[in-house]
């Protein structure tokens, strides 16, 4: 009996379960849900096809001789798996999500609408031009809006996420050296130490020495610093702005104008385009080389690995260096330059097969044409405002991280307020989930001691950031009032309680095997 009766909060502290304590381990409503694997349906089969009348298969060698291993489950049974998978998981259709740096925002249905457009979400990349003059308009469309949100000349639409993009303008950099027989001295790249963690894995993929500049007290790059560090060996710098403490690094015309007077580019991270859109260009900040994460700027679904598109605006004197395909326009209707030669001569090449992520360029000019260009300027409004009003409804119980003067998109913690309760970042994240909330980006930036970074976007109201932050106070009274039970244990209300993640990161187990001597044989 007693098993059954410590469903939620156990009584006896730190008492970590590895399964919810109910006889089915079932929760609420909510079924327990095992591997598709491990589901008894070996041996049978979901269809049922007539036997292929082939006389033998071209395959020779290559024909499968084991069982395919999958279990052969029916219709409803595959499909209830996967129901109640999904229901397992937090969603931004849920609740908020609070996640900083990675922009959960609502995704417009309209968009989705116009994504699943026939003429936009049937067609192939190898059809010939002549028949998708619609989607190439809409891809000239989409570069045209955010060249001129951006201030900038060029666009490369094709890089497939923010760190894809960030590749493509390092690439771009490189061959813009190299065709100015500068690439040989030039081997650095300067990284300020707040950076978020794809830049300096970028700039080292790319083969650039990575170096750190230092960041001032109140969590800005260090201009003298930088400007020590810059020399006739840099190829760029990589600044985030804003940056990924939520502040707007006051100093970038300093900053541009450091860099550029060494012969270096400025590769700008604008992954948090959100927080300035229609308020900043960036080609007036002396930017050289930016992506734009779509899928954060402008709502394009993201999470669970993707799919992302992260274009590259680039500056007049990187232009030329830009990776094929992109679209031209001209009395004959729309055509994509494909090949590194006449017009694409310096292109670098290319970063994908194709054209890129056709299905996220819709969603994002559909958010864009919807807003228009007042809307647009208020979606950075509100983002800042929303994270400015959580901001200064915690900062009596919690300690922000840079408490001078207002943030932009994102208000950013640190763990000062928890010292001595016995509770860390990690014990209040878990606790968050038994509220019924997705917890804010935890220990990042690594510059701030334990960080909880909150974004919560401008598309949530006021009511759901009450809601929010009512849980919020309340669990900050709880932990400073010493109860720490509450946090240790947490989650108590989750399917899973907490996971080893150190071992599932160091030896993740992505294969299922059978059990020995199991019939694993479906048709
Ligand atoms: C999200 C993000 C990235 C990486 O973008 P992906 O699409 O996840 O590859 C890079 N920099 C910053 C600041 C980000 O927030």
Known sequence: MSTMNTVGRPTTPNAVQSKPATLTGGRGLLQNEHLIFESDGWGKTGVDLPEPKTDGSDLGDLVRKDPIGLPGLSEPEAMRHYVRLSQKNHAIDLAIYPLGSCTMKHNPRLNEKMARLPGFADIHPLQPTSTVQGALELMDTLAHWLKTLTGMPAVALSPKAGAHGELCGLMTIRAAHEASGQHEKRRKVLVPTSAHGTNPATAAFVGYTVVEVAQTEDGRVDVADLAAKLGDDVAAIMVTNPNTCGLFERDILEISRLTHEAGAYFYCDGANFNAIVGRVRPGDLGVDAMHINLHKTFSTPHGGGGPGAGPVVLSEALAPFAPAP????????????EREEDEAAQAFGRLCAFQGQMGMYTRALSYMMSHGSDGLRQVAEDAVLNANYIKARLSDLMSPAFPDGPCMHEALFDDEWLKGTDVTTLDFAKAMIDEGFHPMTMYFPLVVHGAMLIEPTETESKQELDRFIEAMRALATAAKAG?????????????????????????????????????????
């Open 326 to 337: 992109w679209v031209v326009h001209d009395a004959d209707g729309y055509r994509l330059i």
């Open 483 to 523: 109860d720490v039970d509450r946090f240790k244990g947490a989650p108590f209300h989750a399917p899973l309680r907490r996971l080893d993640e150190t071992r599932a990161a160091r030896s993740p187990v992505l294969r299922w095997t059978a059990p020995e001597g199991s019939n694993i044989a479906a048709e």
